[in-house]
């Protein structure tokens, strides 16, 4: 017996030619999504605009299957952590992030991560695997179907949960596509942001396939120290990955905008000095574009040998910064009571990367 697809995940062009190998019209397309993604339809047999003949067909090939919901952690600061099983001993982690004025779905688009970053708990997991576009695509609709109930929204999502969205090309391209089209969850690009920790030959792809935010996972200035914390850094260390976010700045007609991500360090990567050599290195290739540094306190896990820098060494950092005229933020830390703040994300990983055999070996 074939296994029956699951239709979560699929772009407007792959539900046409599904359709069209089915002798359906293409109309099918938008009745379909509208269906999943508007009235939030879980069965076909709901979709009542659907002949009775392609409704019993859609049963016998597909399905709208989403992935067991194992947890549900609520914070005490609003921020909702979903612990999503996906098979094989593996689980994925989801997190909503509430604020005033959006309301932020943090997605995974790996089960683990293969790249070994010395400051993330998801990098202390190993890896097991790729995420499919529906299992990407199903933790927004995981998230949506139970903040409908408090009447809260998703006003945002980023790829900043598990995994390198770079080393899953294909069905993160196909999630964004979804996320942007308006028979689905119709966000604008500017809210829907891709984070890396510098692939640089797939981030000069992806400039010319999806044109979504960009952050980076940057964390120093040098490729020495960035070696150490970042080492996916010693294949494309700083000078390759400056100019490929250059290309992505400039590539297409619209505005893009670029966010560094840079964790911070007690007496790593967070003296005066480092903030004037990371200013240095931005205003060198970024002057006058769009282009801001978000400063993410460190939180800790149970393997790390890190701290969290000070307060006040933060504010020191920070204002160098702004002097040197780069637009700056500081990350609020939350939901670290229910290890779902930033870095900290871990799932369950059935580990097929050999990470204890050697953690900083990098991919071929």
């Known amino acids: 017996m074939l296994e029956k697809q699951n239709l979560l995940g699929l772009t407007q062009e ?10 359906e019209k293409p ?7 509208q269906w999943i993604y ?36 609520n914070s005490k600061d609003g921020v909702i952590k979903w612990v999503i099983k996906l098979g094989e001993e593996n689980h994925i982690e989801t997190v909503y992030i509430p604020q005033k004025d959006r309301g932020t779905l943090c997605i995974s688009s790996q089960v683990g991560c ?23 695509i199903a933790q927004v609709l995981i998230a949506q179907n139970h903040l409908k109930e408090s009447k809260k929204r998703i006003s945002n999502v980023v790829f900043m949960g598990m995994g390198e969205p770079l080393l899953n090309e294909s069905p993160v391209y196909d999630a964004c596509e979804l996320l942007l089209d308006d028979w689905a ?27 979504v935010s960009l952050a980076i996972s940057l964390h120093a200035s040098n490729d020495e120290l960035r070696d150490v914390l970042v080492p996916i850094n010693q294949k494309y260390p700083i000078k390759e990955l400056m100019k490929a976010c250059h290309y992505y700045l ?17 007496g790593v990567n967070d003296s005066v000095e ?69 870095g900290q994300l ?14 900083n070996q990098l991919l071929s």
């Open 274 to 342: 480092h903030a004037r050599s990371l200013s240095k290195l931005l205003n060198y290739w970024f002057k006058g574009e769009s282009a801001k540094v978000n400063l993410i306190p460190f939180n800790p896990f149970p393997e790390t040998k890190y701290q969290t820098s000070k307060e006040s060494t933060i504010d020191k950092f920070q204002d160098v910064l702004f002097r040197s005229g780069i637009r700056t933020t500081t990350r609020r830390t939350r939901g670290d009571d229910v290890d779902a703040a930033c």
């Open 114 to 136: 293969a790249l070994a970053c010395t400051f993330c708990s998801t990098g202390y997991q190993g890896f097991n695997r790729n995420l499919k576009s529906y299992e990407i």
């Open 38 to 73: 508007h009235q939030g339809a879980s069965n076909f047999d709901d979709m009542h605009n659907f002949s009775k003949d392609l409704r019993q067909k859609l049963r016998a090939i597909a399905s709208l299957e989403l992935p067991e919901v194992v947890s549900i952690n």
């Open 185 to 211: 969850f119709g966000l604008s690009r500017r809210r829907v942001t891709v984070s890396s920790s510098g692939i640089v030959p797939a981030l000069l792809r992806m400039s010319d396939k999806v044109p």
């Open 14 to 23: 792959q539900f046409k030619k599904f359709f069209s190998d089915l002798d």
């Open 346 to 359: 871990a799932g369950k990983v059935l580990d097929k990367s050999r990470r204890n055999a050697g953690r």
């Open 250 to 266: 400039n590539a297409g007609t619209q505005e893009r905008h670029v966010l560094f991500e840079y964790v911070m360090l007690e």
């Open 27 to 33: 109309f099918r397309t938008k009745q379909i999504m």
